[in-house]
């Protein structure tokens, strides 16, 4: 059974940086690619970025593209997401999710879900 779980969100000054991390479990995490997403208060999911280990493939979004890396270690099965420069409109759920081929930018296209963890950027 594919697993998935976010964790590591929390309270942020702007300015300052999170770090997220996503644990898996039940698939070839090298062949399956692991997407972050997050959702806003009134706005649609998006996917913030992706990567797969078997290409070293690698997705940001170009909103995040300078702020963001996404990293992993394969011995833990983990992926994460580094956010620098947080900024109020990066206050949002964030999601891991897996997909068994490339890194889309369509939130739609990855079938497996974790359940996210809030980020919240304020003063």
């Known amino acids: 059974e594919v697993q998935l779980q976010a964790s590591g969100g929390g309270s942020v000054h702007p300015g300052g940086s999170v770090r997220l991390s996503c644990t898996t479990s039940?698939?070839?995490?090298?062949?399956?690619?692991i997407g972050w997403l997050r959702q806003a208060p009134g706005k649609e999911r998006e996917v913030v970025s992706c990567m797969r280990s078997s290409d070293g493939s690698t997705y940001y979004a170009d909103s995040v593209k300078d702020r963001v890396t996404i990293s992993s270690d394969s011995a833990k099965n983990t992926v994460y997401l580094q956010i620098n420069n947080v900024k109020p409109e990066d206050t949002a759920t964030y999601y891991c999710?897996?997909?068994?081929?490339?890194?889309?930018?369509?939130?739609?296209?990855?079938?497996?879900w974790g359940k996210g963890t809030l980020v919240t950027v304020s003063s």
């Open positions: 039940g698939f070839t995490f090298g062949v399956y690619s």
């Open positions: 999710a897996a997909d068994p081929g490339y890194c889309s930018r369509l939130a739609a296209k990855y079938d497996y």
